[in-house]
């Protein structure tokens, strides 16, 4: 079956760093994407990792251990607007995303 | 930018009512999806499609149907609503037949409750 883990919640603090990490288990892997959804809005795209690996964008970076069945996504330099949910989803054998529970950030001043 | 429009934010229906929640899009996206998001759960597929009045069930199609007779729009359907319904609805849709790095753009979400 396939399955996947990540927090369920995270504090930090403003101007620091953060990493959420994703595991998971497949017997088939397209892709890994992660996701940020603030409260009552729509999940926003931030992602995605198909190879080993970091990908930077700015502020954040993923990262994809395939072999370890392993995920992060690392927020720098923290601001008050990076409070959110952030989503962990796995493209499977079929294209479909299977998607984790979400991990909850909570940034203090 | 790429809007996903979903018709309604707040739904209050009562049991056994039939239920519409409807989702358009103006990206021209082939694929579409509904999703139901519930606390300490993973997003969840109902429906999907791929292509006008094509449907496929997703992983809980239970108690729920679709319809896409135009490509920018994609309804579901509570034929009889339950309590059990009331959850987080979202609507996404993505571009193109090649699937690896499909991105999906969400709507905003319909919260429904059945009473």
């Known amino acids: 079956g396939q399955n996947i883990d990540q927090p369920t919640e995270m504090t930090a603090t403003e101007g620091a760093i953060v990493q959420i990490n994703c595991t998971y288990q497949t017997s088939g892997f397209n892709g890994l994407f992660w996701y940020q959804q603030h409260a009552g809005e729509a999940p926003t795209f931030l992602s995605y990792?198909?190879l080993d690996g970091l990908e930077e964008k700015g502020r954040f970076s993923s990262f994809l251990s395939r072999s370890k069945g392993y995920s992060y996504l690392l927020l720098k330099e923290l601001q008050m607007k990076d409070s959110a949910s952030y989503l962990c989803a796995l493209l499977d054998s079929n294209y479909q995303l299977i998607w984790g529970a979400g991990t909850k950030l909570i940034i203090k001043p | 930018d790429v809007k996903v429009t979903q018709s309604s934010r707040y739904l209050v229906k009562r049991t056994g009512e039939k239920v519409f929640l409807e989702c358009v899009q103006d990206m021209d996206h082939e694929n579409m999806f509904w999703y139901r998001q519930d606390p300490g759960l993973g997003l969840r597929l109902i429906y999907f499609?791929?292509?006008?009045?094509?449907?496929e069930k997703g992983d809980i199609p239970e108690g729920y149907s679709v319809s896409r007779e135009k490509k920018e729009r994609f309804s579901l359907i509570l034929e009889s609503a339950s309590t059990n319904q009331t959850s987080m609805y979202l609507c996404?849709?993505?571009?193109?037949?090649?699937?690896?790095?499909?991105?999906?753009?969400f709507g905003a979400g319909t919260r429904l409750s059945v009473l």
């Open positions: 996404a849709s993505s571009f193109g037949t090649d699937l690896a790095k499909n991105i999906q753009y």
């Open positions: 499609s791929y292509d006008v009045k094509m449907k």
């Open positions: 990792n198909v």
